[in-house]
């Protein structure tokens, strides 16, 4: 597992990436997101958000980014 570092006043602290859970993506929302997106991944999840408060009045959609970029990366979508 790979670490980064972030340096702060009191020392050294490592951060570690979290990896998705790509089985807590709501696919039909995923796939909408990517497609308002225009295929740009890193702006899919904003788009799942605004997605997710049109749909449901709520603007959390039930996952986070590491989530759907591991769902997008379990479809294989570059």
Excluded at 4 to 24: D, Q, W, Y
Excluded at 26 to 54: H, M, P, V
Excluded at 58 to 64: A, E, Q, Y
Aim: positive net charge.
């Amino acid at each position: 597992m790979s670490h980064e570092k972030l340096r702060t006043a009191k020392g050294v602290i490592k951060l570690s990436k979290k990896k998705g859970n790509p089985k807590k993506v709501n696919s039909t929302l995923a796939w909408k997101a990517l497609e308002r997106a225009e295929g740009d991944r890193k702006r899919a999840y904003s788009e799942c958000i605004r997605l997710s408060f049109q749909t449901t009045g709520r603007l959390s959609p039930g996952f986070d980014n590491a989530d759907l970029q591991a769902f997008y990366d379990l479809n294989e979508v570059k």
